[in-house]
Antibody
Framework: EVQLVESGGGLVKPGRSLRLSCTAS????????MSWFRQAPGKGLEWVGF??????????EYAASVKGRFTISRDDSKSIAYLQMNSLKTEDTAVYYC?????????????WGQGTLVTVSS | SYVLTQPPSVSVAPGKTARITCGGN??????VHWYQQKPGQAPVLVIY???DRPSGIPERFSGSNSGNTATLTISRVEAGDEADYYC????????????FGGGTKLTVL
């Protein structure tokens, strides 16, 4: 059974950093791209970024709203994807979800984690 | 950047058919995916590549895509179908980004 579990969320002050983790199980992690999405309270879904599988170079793509501040990485030996968030802003407050995509990314997300809440507030 | 437009709300009586649209410039040339999200839960993929259903999704859910409009159709609507629905496409233009519609709240009367 495919499972994705996000962790690392919490309350953080504006301008600070936070790293989220997405621990995967039930599939060969290295064969898939991993995506991050977020949803601000009462708002719609927003894509954050993804990291392709090593077969596709392990390259990343980011939404314009987070480019230069957020970094996605992966540790295939541990089946974990990370979302490093720097220079956080109040508008980054959201539930963050990780998902499994196809190897090259840009397919669809058939598996989602339960999400982790990030609150950016002074 | 590419924009997807959904109606904020759709209401339907139980047993009837609900149609949720997703408008975008020449969206028929793109692959559209649809997600269902119930309160407090993660989204669930209900349609991918315009009209394919993941395993476990009832046949009552179907999709189509042509011209400037993609449509999610839910036949014989049940109370349990009440949720927010989002369409999604990959914008392969200069933005290289996933784009979502604003979401449609389906209310079962």
């Amino acid at each position: 059974e495919v499972q994705l579990v996000e962790s690392g969320g919490g309350l953080v002050k504006p301008g600070r950093s936070l790293r989220l983790s997405c621990t995967a199980s039930g599939f060969t992690f290295g064969d898939y791209a991993m995506s991050w999405f977020r949803q601000a309270p009462g708002k719609g879904l927003e894509w954050v970024g993804f990291i392709r599988s090593k077969a596709y170079g392990g390259t990343t793509e980011y939404a314009a709203s987070v480019k230069g501040r957020f970094t996605i990485s992966r540790d295939d030996s541990k089946s974990i994807a990370y979302l490093q968030m720097n220079s956080l802003k109040t508008e980054d407050t959201a539930v963050y979800y990780c998902t499994r995509d196809c190897s090259g990314g840009s397919c669809y997300s058939n598996y989602w984690g339960q999400g982790t809440l990030v609150t950016v507030s002074s | 950047s590419y924009v997807l437009t959904q109606p904020p709300s759709v209401s339907v009586a139980p047993g009837k058919t609900a149609r949720i649209t997703c408008g975008g410039n020449n969206i028929g040339s793109k692959s559209v995916h649809w997600y269902q999200q119930k309160p407090g839960q993660a989204p669930v993929l209900v349609i991918y590549y315009d009209s394919d259903r993941p395993s476990g999704i009832p046949e009552r859910f179907s999709g189509s895509n042509s011209g400037n409009t993609a449509t999610l159709t839910i036949s014989r609507v049940e109370a349990g179908d009440e949720a927010d629905y989002y369409c999604q496409v990959w914008d392969s233009s200069s933005d290289h980004a996933w784009v979502f519609g604003g979401g449609t709240k389906l209310t079962v009367l």
